[in-house]
């Protein structure tokens, strides 16, 4: 049995709080690509949530073997990654965008057939703001850490 801490960790650093579409049509999704060396750990940490989502190959770019994709995109199994995120926060950046995605699958949630499309499109838009500041510090190359009091990411 995997640690529950140790699982956030693990998806902080290796997984997507993403989302698709627009207005209603507003898709959040929860995915982690690893290699398919790996895919041992995949399997277990898909089973350490239930068994949720969909995992299917994908072959890998130029030099790298095929990869491993878990995707989960039902409302009902997003509610589960919800559940074990608020019982074993996340503790670094990716706790901010877990804090939008939340909001989004939550409203989704709670209004399946009429979500609010332009508070959807608000966060979705907060969320891509903040997931593009993380990559581009990340590819920034400078190595050094970040003064979180002066950290230009707003805070959730």
């Known amino acids: 049995m995997l640690d529950p801490w140790y699982v956030s960790g693990f998806l902080e650093a290796c997984g997507s709080f993403a989302y698709s579409g627009r207005g209603r ?15 041992a750990l995949l399997w277990r940490l898909r089973e350490f949530m239930g068994r949720i989502g969909t995992v299917y190959e994908v072959a890998g770019r130029r030099g790298q073997g095929p990869r491993l994709h878990w995707r989960v995109s039902r409302l009902p199994e997003l509610a589960r ?11 670094g950046l990716r706790a901010r965008e877990y804090a939008l ?32 500041r993380r990559s581009r510090r990340r590819s920034s190359g400078s190595g050094a850490a970040e003064d979180p009091e002066k950290s230009s990411v707003p805070p959730a």
């Not at 990654?81 to 503790?91: G, S």
């Not at 709670?110 to 608000?122: F, K, Q, W």
Request: proline share 7%.
């Open 25 to 39: 049509k507003l898709n959040a999704v929860f995915a982690l690509a690893l290699p398919a060396e790996d895919s």
């Open 81 to 91: 990654v919800l559940d074990h995120f608020d019982r074993w926060p996340l503790q």
């Open 101 to 132: 995605w939340r909001e989004i699958v939550r409203l989704k949630l709670a209004a399946y057939r009429d979500p609010p499309a332009a508070e959807l499109d608000r966060l979705a838009v907060r969320l891509s703001r903040l997931r593009g």
